[in-house]
T-cell receptor, first 115, second 114 residues
Framework: EAEVAQSPRYKITEKSQAVAFWCDPI?????LYWYRQILGQGPELLVQ????????DSQLPKDRFSAERLKGVDSTLKIQPAELGDSAMYLCASNLGLGFTDTQYFGPGTRLTVL | AQSVTQLDSQVPVFEEAPVELRCNYSSSVSVYLFWYVQYPNQGLQLLLKYLSGSTLVKGINGFEAEFNKSQTSFHLRKPSVHISDTAEYFC????????????FGTGTKLQVIP
C-alpha cells in the first residue's frame, strides 16, 4: 500500500539553528499539506500546495518558515532560525487534489525538539 | 470559518464497554465531517467520513458516527472497545468546494482499561 514518506522521524536542534523536513506524498496526489501539531492539540495547517503552487499559507510564520514543492512532487519545510516554541510534530499529508472529497493520507511525522 | 469542539480531552473506559466520543462543529454552510485516529508517535489515519446521504456512517475497526445537523454534532461510537483502541481521536471539518481546508479539533484521548 502506498504511503506518505517523511524524514527525519526525529530531529533535535538548538534554538537559532536551521532545520529542514522532507515529505514525499503518494504518487499521483496533487495536493500536499504540512501541519504542525503541538503536544496535546490537533494538527494546524501551515501550508497547502496544489501541484507546485501554494494555495493556503495563511498560518505559516513566514518570517522563519518556508516551504517549497518545486516539481509538484516532494516537498521541503524549513525553519530558520528555530525557536523553543517550534517544538512539535510536523505532519505531511496528501490527497488526490482539487474537487476530490478524498481522504487525506498522513505520513508518520517528524518530531522536532528545540533546545 | 468552520470550527470543531471536542469537549472531552480524556475518556477512560473498561475493555468491552461501549464508548462515545463527542464532537460538535460550527459552520454557516454545509460541511464534511471526519474522524481520525492517531497512535503514539504516528500520523493520523481516517476512521470514517460524512460527505452526504445517510447520517449514520460506519468506519473501520467497528467504529460508527452519526451526523446530527440540528445539534451540529458528529459523535463517534463503538459498542465494545478493545485494548488496541487506546489512542487519540480527532474530529475534523471541512467546507465542500475549493481547496477544502480541514480544521481539526483538539483531540480526545481514549484509554481502554483492562
Amino acid at each position: 500500500e502506498a504511503e506518505v514518506a517523511q524524514s527525519p522521524r526525529y530531529k533535535i536542534t538548538e534554538k537559532s539553528q536551521a532545520v529542514a523536513f522532507w515529505c514525499d506524498p503518494i504518487s499521483g496526489h496533487a495536493t500536499l499539506y504540512w501541519y504542525r501539531q503541538i503536544l496535546g492539540q490537533g494538527p494546524e495547517l501551515l501550508v497547502q500546495f496544489q501541484d507546485e503552487s501554494v494555495v493556503d499559507d495563511s498560518q505559516l510564520p513566514k518570517d522563519r518558515f518556508s516551504a517549497e514543492r518545486l516539481k509538484g512532487v516532494d516537498s521541503t519545510l524549513k525553519i530558520q532560525p528555530a525557536e523553543l516554541g517550534d517544538s512539535a510534530m510536523y505532519l505531511c499529508a496528501s490527497n488526490l487534489g482539487l474537487g476530490f472529497t478524498d481522504t487525506q493520507y498522513f505520513g508518520p511525522g517528524t518530531r522536532l525538539t528545540v533546545l | 470559518a468552520q470550527s470543531v469542539t471536542q469537549l472531552d480531552s480524556q475518556v477512560p473506559v473498561f475493555e468491552e464497554a461501549p464508548v462515545e466520543l463527542r464532537c460538535n462543529y460550527s459552520s454557516s454552510v454545509s460541511v464534511y465531517l471526519f474522524w481520525y485516529v492517531q497512535y503514539p508517535n504516528q500520523g493520523l489515519q481516517l476512521l470514517l467520513k460524512y460527505l452526504s446521504g445517510s447520517t449514520l456512517v460506519k468506519g473501520i475497526n467497528g467504529f460508527e458516527a452519526e451526523f446530527n445537523k440540528s445539534q451540529t454534532s458528529f459523535h463517534l461510537r463503538k459498542p465494545s472497545v478493545h485494548i488496541s483502541d487506546t489512542a487519540e481521536y480527532f474530529c475534523a471539518v471541512s467546507v465542500p468546494g475549493g481547496y477544502q481546508k480541514v480544521t481539526f479539533g483538539t483531540g480526545t484521548k481514549l484509554q481502554v482499561i483492562p
